[in-house]
Nanobody
Framework: QVRLVESGGGLVQAGESLKLSCEVW????????MAWFRRTPEKERDFVAA????????YYGDSVKGRFTISRDNAKNMVYLEMARLKPEDTAVYYC?????????????????????WGQGTLVTVSP
C-alpha cells in the first residue's frame, strides 16, 4: 500500500521560512515526477511546484517563483519544499503527490489530475 506522509507545517510570521517534507512509503518512486499542491478556501488544488524523476528540472507556480524550492532525495524516497519569504496568502494545506507516469517531464506537471497518489496534507499558517 502506497502512503505519502507530509510534515513540517506550522504557524510562522510573514517573511519567515519553513521546510516541508514528504516521505513516500510502500514502494520507490525514483522514476516518477513529484509535486506539491496547496488547498485554500479559494482554490481546491493550487499548483505549487514539481520536480522530474531525476531532479534535473523543476517547475513553480507563478505566485511562489523565486521564494520556494522543491528538491528530492530518491535514496530516501523523500521530496522537500523549502519556503522562504512567506506571505499570509501562502496560508494553505500543502499536499505532496506522485505522478502516475514514469520519466515524465516538462509540460503538464502542473496538472493535478495526472498525480496518482496524494498525502493527507500539512497545514501552513502565515500570520501578518
Amino acid at each position: 500500500q502506497v502512503r505519502l506522509v507530509e510534515s513540517g507545517g506550522g504557524l510562522v510570521q510573514a517573511g519567515e521560512s519553513l521546510k516541508l517534507s514528504c516521505e513516500v512509503w510502500g514502494r520507490p518512486f525514483s522514476l516518477n515526477a513529484m509535486a506539491w499542491f496547496r488547498r485554500t478556501p479559494e482554490k481546491e488544488r493550487d499548483f505549487v511546484a514539481a520536480i522530474t524523476w531525476s531532479g534535473d528540472s523543476t517547475y513553480y507556480g507563478d505566485s511562489v517563483k523565486g521564494r520556494f524550492t522543491i528538491s528530492r532525495d530518491n535514496a530516501k524516497n523523500m521530496v522537500y519544499l523549502e519556503m522562504a519569504r512567506l506571505k499570509p496568502e501562502d496560508t494553505a494545506v500543502y499536499y505532496c503527490a506522485v505522478d502516475r507516469d514514469r520519466y515524465a517531464s516538462g509540460t503538464g506537471l502542473e496538472q493535478s489530475d495526472r498525480y496518482e497518489y496524494w498525502g493527507q496534507g500539512t497545514l501552513v499558517t502565515v500570520s501578518p
